[in-house]
């Protein structure tokens, strides 16, 4: 059997770019979203749409749909749906796809009218599926329920705070403030997140990710080729990815994120790299406690500790430990699956184009989401040399 | 029946879940055990979840176990079964398995509501056919 190490740095992120608005806009459906940002994404790779030869998305009804708007024939398609993280996840799949030889130039790309709620594909759940007769009767609220029950019992199991958890809604909004891009940029407190109204405690209102409207895309190819384009590689030394359930109630575990455990071992094992070889971390944060069990499950610091690791704004810009410096999904924007904008973010800190707030001397990022509820996770370890 | 009129999801069986549904109607708790790795598990399947056997049974559960944690929510929501601020509790019963369910028969206040409380089961119907399990705290 083939080591799966062996693709380390084998393959490079060569573009990456948003749709050309994110915000609220009801005048873009969530297709028209997709194809600005793959637009965008290719031309930031100096990459014309006929180089492309495979393309992933998630969260529509079938994955010939995205290659047919954007007039692509592709000889190999991606469809993994696992949630907010499948971007991550088709990151590794292409990855493997081009070192496999079966494609060159991948094309990953996500629109979402989250909130105008545009073009968007009708719901999910049949009356007879799983989830409708075991989990909605009982009043989920989707992800404010299924992550707020792992909030809840770390609370009572680790003797984590509201106020801690308060800390990365703040840090993250500080990093938001110098970020042109990011919807809220105004600066907020500890007491400010406490005051905010409940929505489904232990969750304010101020610690729940944005919902918006926008799209992202980014370009995989091989680290051959990926030489000779328009702006320095971004190398994929690492990836990894895990689903451990869909429903909440199914969790293996409410004191610790298990997909996530899996998911950033093997993407340090690929690396060669551990947590104090990272330089910027982008952690998805629909609610301010999935960073904070990231950090646990990643090694960034022992289980039931993320409450004294982020307190005292150590991840703000300043701080030692640079997190979600675009704002994060809690102020810049939040479309419903907002990994792919965790990879955009990397690849720009890499490579030195994030102005105000970019990481000085940034040579390795980690990206990290989170699919369902903590139900899947994919992780990647970029740099720009190895 | 719940004093509050229910205007939730009301779910329908497949044919693997209607023994669970037909259970919570006459008040009582199914589970499925399997006599191959003497588990149990919850939601119904089947075939075993932990060791995919055939030789699987239903079993009436003790209808007792712990509030492992909880949300409260406060967002009345278009069909939200009860009215807000409610508690959208995950089980852990006595069995091993845990569920989702709501915890009724207390104030909606996280300085009452310990995890790993007692509690248990009570039936509350919301149709015809269907009967949610709820758990209340055990009396002391």
């Known amino acids: 059997m083939n080591d799966f190490r062996r ?23 969530a297709l028209a979203l997709h194809m600005e940002a793959a637009a965008n994404a290719l031309a930031d790779a100096g990459l014309a749409k006929s180089d492309v030869d495979a393309v992933f998305c998630s969260g529509r009804t079938m994955a010939n749909e995205i290659p047919e708007y954007l007039g692509i024939r592709p000889r190999f398609i991606g469809g993994t749906q696992i949630g907010g993280c499948s971007f991550l996840a088709h990151v590794e799949h292409a990855m493997a796809a081009i070192h496999a030889g079966l494609c060159e130039v991948a094309l990953i790309t996500h629109g979402e009218s989250g909130h105008s709620r545009v073009g968007m594909p009708a719901g999910r759940w049949g009356d007879d599926s799983p ?8 009043g989920t609220m989707g992800p ?25 809604a703040v840090a993250t909004r500080k990093w938001a403030s110098l970020n042109p891009k990011a919807m809220h940029r105004d600066p907020i407190t500890v007491a400010d997140v406490l005051a905010s109204k409940v929505i489904s405690w232990p969750f304010h209102l101020l610690d729940c990710c944005l919902v918006t409207d926008g799209g992202g895309a980014v370009v995989v190819t091989s ?11 971004v190398y994929l030394l690492g990836t990894g990815e895990c689903a451990s359930h869909q429903m909440p109630s199914q969790m ?8 996530a455990i899996e998911s950033g071992r093997r993407a340090f094992a690929m690396a060669g790299l551990g947590p104090a070889d990272i330089d910027v971390a982008e952690l998805y944060d629909a609610f301010t406690i999935v960073p904070m069990l990231a950090l646990e499950a990643l090694g960034f610091c022992a289980p039931g500790e993320s409450g004294a690791f982020v307190s005292g704004q150590r991840t703000a810009p300043g701080g030692d430990f640079p997190m979600n410096t675009n704002g994060g999904g809690l ?43 903590w139900s899947a996770a994919a992780t990647l370890i970029l740099a720009n040399g190895f | 029946m719940a004093e509050h009129e229910y205007k939730g999801p009301i779910p329908k069986p497949t044919p693997e879940t209607l023994p669970f549904w037909e259970g919570t109607r006459r008040g009582k708790l199914l ?14 399947r089947p075939l075993c979840r932990h060791c995919l056997s055939r030789d699987v049974e239903w079993v009436e559960a003790s209808g007792r176990g712990r509030l492992h944690t909880y949300v409260i929510s406060m967002r009345p929501g278009r069909s939200a079964p009860l009215p807000p601020p409610y508690i959208v509790a995950i089980v852990e019963l006595d069995e091993g398995p845990r569920l989702m369910s709501n915890l009724v028969g207390v104030e909606p206040d996280p300085e009452r509501l310990p995890c790993d409380m007692p509690v248990e089961v009570v039936f509350e119907a919301i149709s015809d056919e269907i009967t949610l399990p709820r758990f209340r705290p055990v009396p002391a």
């Open chain 1, 7 to 29: 693709m380390r740095a084998t393959a490079a992120i060569v573009g990456a770019a948003e749709s050309d608005e994110l915000g609220r806009l009801p005048h873009k459906s």
């Open chain 1, 331 to 373: 102020s810049y924007t939040h479309t419903g699956m907002y990994g792919i904008f965790t990879i955009i973010e990397a690849v720009r800190q890499l490579r030195g184009e994030c102005g105000e707030r970019q990481v000085a001397g940034a040579r390795t990022a980690l990206c990290h989401g989170t699919g369902g509820q």
């Open chain 1, 144 to 168: 404010a329920t299924g992550y707020g029950l792992m909030a809840r019992r770390h609370m009572h199991r680790f003797g984590t705070t509201s106020e801690q958890m308060a800390e990365v």
């Open chain 2, 31 to 44: 589970l499925q055990f399997c006599r191959s790795c003497r588990q149990h598990y919850f939601y119904p």
């Open chain 1, 131 to 138: 989830t409708f007769q075991f989990e909605l009767p009982y």
């Open chain 1, 252 to 259: 293996p575990s409410f004191e610790q994120w298990d997909a």
């Open chain 1, 223 to 233: 680290a051959e080729r990926a030489r000779d384009l328009a702006k320095a590689p």
